[in-house]
Structure formats: structure tokens, C-alpha cells
T-cell receptor, first 114, second 112 residues
Framework: NAGVMQNPRHLVRRRGQEARLRCSPMKGHSHVYWYRQLPEEGLKFMVYLQKENIIDESGMPKERFSAEFPKEGPSILRIQQVVRGDSAAYFC????????????FGPGTRLLVL | GENVEQHPSTLSVQEGDSAVIKCTYSDSASNYFPWYKQELGKRPQLIIDIRSNVGEKKDQRIAVTLNKTAKHFSLHITETQPEDSAVYFC???????????FGKGTKLSVKP
């Protein structure tokens, strides 16, 4: 049973470009969470999705950021018109259920904006 | 919303000593409290978790205690080893929501 998969592992973008981060949850998991981690800091919740639904996006910036989890395929976190402040590690986690359930983290995507 | 405070931010111990990390939370509706270990450049890995219906849980050298009245929980590592060196994060779920609110982390260094 493969763990949570994320790709790419490293992504370099120039200011103004778009970044697309992908997350495939563990088999049997239907809940996906995205977190952002700045260097030397903790993880900040961004968005929580189930298949075809955004459940909670209270941690996501209102502009330039969007997320989806389609019926088929991975969850995608999209950052449009990236700025240097978007440079961070982006982790996704998955769980079979939402409340009181263990979240398993993927290896992360390290985004560097030049 | 939920707020999680974690102390200390750095902790240095001698190999074989115990290490204790403490966290407090603000939302009395939170009912799930995991602890993650993150090595440099790696993903956070769950090491132990506790749900609000128990006060203590132990797994070999690692234990977690929960005081719901005081809204705090602690991680205890006994007989520390150099490979325990990492950043440890506590977290609490956001009440009825599934997302986790993390503390800022504790950098544990175990000196041989």
C-alpha cells in the first residue's frame, strides 16, 4: 500500500509563473489536507478537501491560490502569479475519515520562486 | 478558532536522559492530539496520538498525557538516543473540523 505521493518534489518558478502541486492520497483515503511550511516554522493549514468538494479553505489566501480534488486523479494545489513569499514546502496529508483520524503526510513539494 | 502553543522551542538533553515537550490548546471541542517528528528535509511522521477519551498513552519509550480540564498535553521521551534528534510538533484538531492546528515545533538535540 503506497503512502501519500506528491509531485514534483522540487519546483522552481520565476515570479509571475504558475505552480501546480499534485497529491495522491493513500489508497482508501478520501480526505486530503494541504499545509504550508515556511523554513524553521510549523505547518499551517491551508485547505481540506474531499472528492469533488472543498470542505474548509479558511487557511488559504483569497487570491492566487486554488485547490481541487476531482473525482478521478490527484488533488491539485494551484498557485497563480507566484511571488517570492510563496517559497515554502507544501505538504499534503490524507486520512480515511475526517474527525479523530490519523493524517499521513506526503514527502512534500519544495517550491522556490526566483 | 483553535490555537496551539508549544514549549520549549529548543531542547538539548544528554543521551539516556528524558525529554518533555508541552503543548496547550484553546478550543475545548478539540478531541484529537497527534505528535509528529520531522527530520530535516523530510515529511512529518506520526509518532503517537491521543484521543480525548483517555488521559495517557504509551508506546515503548514514548508517552503522551492529556489533561482536558487544563487543556494541555505533553510528550515524554525516555532513554533518549541520538536518533531522536529532530523537530517535534504537537497538534490538535479544529473541533468538529478535520484539519490540524500545529504548534511551532520543538527542536530536540540529543547529545551522545
Amino acid at each position: 500500500n503506497a503512502g501519500v505521493m506528491q509531485n514534483p518534489r522540487h519546483l522552481v518558478r520565476r515570479r509571475g509563473q504558475e505552480a501546480r502541486l499534485r497529491c495522491s492520497p493513500m489508497k482508501g483515503h478520501s480526505h486530503v489536507y494541504w499545509y504550508r511550511q515556511l523554513p524553521e516554522e510549523g505547518l499551517k493549514f491551508m485547505v481540506y478537501l474531499q472528492k469533488e468538494n472543498i470542505i474548509d479553505e479558511s487557511g488559504m489566501p483569497k487570491e492566487r491560490f486554488s485547490a481541487e480534488f476531482p473525482k478521478e486523479g490527484p488533488s491539485i494545489l494551484r498557485i497563480q502569479q507566484v511571488v517570492r513569499g510563496d517559497s515554502a514546502a507544501y505538504f499534503c496529508a490524507s486520512s480515511p475519515l475526517a474527525v479523530q483520524e490519523t493524517q499521513y503526510f506526503g514527502p512534500g513539494t519544495r517550491l522556490l520562486v526566483l | 478558532g483553535e490555537n496551539v502553543e508549544q514549549h520549549p522551542s529548543t531542547l538539548s538533553v544528554q543521551e539516556g536522559d528524558s525529554a518533555v515537550i508541552k503543548c496547550t490548546y484553546s478550543d475545548s471541542a478539540s478531541n484529537y492530539f497527534p505528535w509528529y517528528k520531522q527530520e530535516l528535509g523530510k515529511r512529518p511522521q506520526l509518532i503517537i496520538d491521543i484521543r480525548s477519551n483517555v488521559g495517557e498513552k504509551k508506546d515503548q519509550r514514548i508517552a503522551v498525557t492529556l489533561n482536558k480540564t487544563a487543556k494541555h498535553f505533553s510528550l515524554h521521551i525516555t532513554e533518549t538516543q541520538p536518533e531522536d534528534s529532530a523537530v517535534y510538533f504537537c497538534a490538535a484538531n479544529g473541533g468538529s473540523q478535520g484539519n490540524l492546528i500545529f504548534g511551532k515545533g520543538t527542536k530536540l538535540s540529543v547529545k551522545p
